[in-house]
Nanobody, 117 residues
Framework: QVQLVESGGGLVQAGGSLRLSCAAS????????MGWFRQAPGKDREFVAS????????LYVDSVKGRFTISRDDAKNTVYLQMNSLKPEDTGVYFC??????????WGQGTQVTVSS
């Protein structure tokens, strides 16, 4: 069982930065890949970024490449999403998820990010 709790969301002006955190409970965190997803109002949830169990192979959706950075600290059971140069289209609820054998099987409750123009 893995429980995920996101934090760090908020209201920021365009061009600003936020760092999201996702704290995980459970002994299997270090063996799992982690991902960030987001859902804008009226839209489907979309993949944002992922990182494998060893902290390598970060992947990003094209729209955030060069602006967002995913990282993890296994000593703290936490995965981060550093978001710079934020745009209004980055607005949405951001979710972290844990992946095992190619399946995202545990999800957090989400944290709201609002970017004003």
């Amino acid at each position: 069982q893995v429980q995920l709790v996101e934090s760090g969301g908020g209201l920021v002006q365009a061009g600003g930065s936020l760092r999201l955190s996702c704290a995980a409970s459970g002994r299997t965190f270090s063996s799992r890949a982690m991902g960030w997803f987001r859902q804008a109002p009226g839209k489907d949830r979309e993949f944002v970024a992922s990182i494998n169990w060893s902290g390598g192979n970060p992947l990003y959706v094209d729209s955030v490449k060069g602006r967002f950075t995913i990282s993890r600290d296994d000593a703290k059971n936490t995965v981060y999403l550093q978001m710079n140069s934020l745009k209004p289209e980055d607005t949405g609820v951001y979710f972290c998820a844990s992946r095992r054998s190619g399946v995202y099987d545990y999800w957090g409750q989400g944290t709201q990010v609002t970017v004003s123009s």
